[in-house]
């Protein structure tokens, strides 16, 4: 087969697989589960067969016209460079190790074969993003992606929680879609084409009239997809979904799709140095703000769902100071660490029996029940708080040198000021996100008090994956000299300067916590709080899946702590860290509230006006357009008694008053 054949397969697989579990899932149960695994992994197999043969050289690029239209075509196109064929690998490889993964963690689920044709449908649609190089063919994978992170957000709809996460998820993604939309539209006015290469050659000839606009309407969407300040609320709430959910949302689908969006069509963004003055900005607020709010929180995938907020600022910082190599550098590493960590907070909350970091810091033994889950994760925690040699490591110094290049002057596209902003807000954003990751590692594996209830050995398809993507958590980094050729041939390699920079803030940020952890823990050689205030809301079930242990763990938390995100606990490291500061990161800065009282409140209002006006105002002349018809045939109706004596009556009554009418009007005339 050629290259192009095998690519067109890479997301075809999925979707048929999609179409065969919902048509067999309940007339052939027994092979729901092969449906959903196989495609996913012959799509992987297809998706590295594919990248082996692009080798890094020219892009492949092939195209038919799917439809005319008049004016702008467009066009069935797949545009095949280094980037997209390595993000297309990173996809197949988790998406596949999330649906081996699912298999065990929702094996008794009811709703299971439907979910499981939801995530291949969610993979095939990001690999059409992927492969895509038609504009209006990527627009169609970029909105079925967002119906299916609908779908499975609230696959557990019987909870509020989770209704209530799918419908934020929706409404604020599509609330920037709107203006990604106008944004195409006048990319293709401009270019007279949806064809990326055409595109490209348009901004090279400085054929584009309006770059700033263009780029200012495609980043709202950016932002809505990659969950990036100031659309960036969804993600956390998108946590009361399913684990496996949440690790192919926040490693390989959805958030990663506006990154690399942007990566595909960085020359549009850099034909206006306001804009990615304004990227470089939204990066920066996004990262350290995301990152503060990790420190604060309790339930331990929101810890992970901030963490991926700031680290997609990472990728979009990159991208601002117009290096795109080290922008899906570091996508692709981080897509192999965040996966892990998922993956293994599921392991955790159904060892555990909840989801609070509170809780598991005063149990004992978790690593003992769950070793697999502990060491792997150990290996991504050290990966996310960018520790040598780790895969974060090397991504991350590649957004720092990046970074410094654009604020030394040495970059041909980023301003200076871009640079600055990156640089400074990245090195602060090192410092916590190690900060973090040190508090979700002590807090949930080195507890003290009675032990975890014993579950059994975790089932090999959940604790398989967890090894299997240690292994790029570790080692990926170490791949950056070879991978030259996939990145625009741009050196990916750390420097000196910022990788005593970068390291040092990291080591800084594990040991203040650390520290900060030892202080609040022990005291004078006694129990501090830690021991003496027993939190937590637990409800295990030994015997139970995964997927139910998780379900009964976000419903407690706001139970027993009387919020869904935090938990007051005198015994948090973050909690002596931040300070006075602590209660409105927990809070996530309010960002919420004032969305609330700016924009949700207000439609609120109105909605209930046009309901008063549409009821008391608009239905009352209905009703009264009804009544006097009703009123007036009533009238009439007593007047048909059927004596005929009364119809008599009544006929001679009106031929007297028609006679003495007619006398006044002649005496008048």
Known sequence: MTTTTLAVLVPLLPFLGAAAGLLLGRKAPAFVRPLAVLPTLAAAALAVVVAVRQGGGAAISAATELTPTGSVPIELALYLDGFAVLVA??????????QIYSTAYLRDDPRYPSYAALISLFTSAMLLVVYSGDLMVLLVGWEIMGICSYFLVGHYWETEVARAASLKAFLV??????????????????AGTFRITGILRTV??????????????????VAGKSAQFPLHTWLPDAMAGPTPVSALIHAATMVAAGVYFVARLLPVFAASAAALVVLAVMAAVTMVGSALAALAQDDIKRVLAYSTIGQLGYMTGALAVGDRGAAVFHLLAHGAFKALLFLGAGVIIHAAGTNSLAAMSRMSGLTKRIPDAYWTMTVALLALAAIPPFAGFFSK????VAAEHAALGESEIAPGAAGWTVLVSGLLTALLTAAYATRLWLLAFRGTGPEVPDHGRQPLAMTGVL???AVPSLGFGLT???????????ALTPT??????????????????????????????????????????????????????????????????????????????????????????????????????????????????????DREVVDTYVRGAGAGPRLLGAVVRRAQTGNVQTYLSALLAGSVVLAIAAVLVAAGA
């Not at 993604?173 to 401009?190: H, I, M, Q």
């Not at 973050?574 to 927990?586: D, M, N, T």
């Open 89 to 98: 690998v990173l996809v197949g490889i988790v998406a596949s190790c999330v």
């Open 467 to 469: 090894w299997l993507l």
């Open 204 to 221: 090279a000839d400085g054929g584009l009239d309006h770059p700033t606009l263009i780029a200012l309407l495609l980043l709202a969407g």
């Open 173 to 190: 993604t599509k609330l920037g879609d709107v203006p990604f939309l106008f944004g195409l539209f006048a990319l293709a006015a401009d």
């Open 480 to 490: 950056a000299a070879y991978l030259a050729d996939w990145f625009d041939g741009h």
């Open 397 to 400: 110094e590649a957004v720092l």
């Open 496 to 613: 000196l300067t910022t990788s005593v920079l970068g390291t040092g803030v990291a080591l800084v940020g594990v040991l203040i916590t650390y520290g900060a952890w030892r202080a609040v823990h022990f005291k004078e050689g006694t129990a501090a709080p830690a021991a003496r205030v027993p939190l937590g809301a637990v409800a295990a079930h030994p015997d139970a899946e995964p997927a139910v242990s998780e379900v009964e763990a976000i419903a407690t938390h706001e139970e027993a702590y009387g919020d869904i995100a935090s938990a007051p606990d005198p015994a948090d490291p973050g909690r002596l860290l931040l300070g006075p500061l602590h209660r409105h990161a927990a809070a996530a800065f309010h960002v919420d509230a004032v969305y609330s009282a700016l924009f949700v409140r207000p439609v609120r209002a109105a909605a209930e006006l046009v309901r008063f006006l």
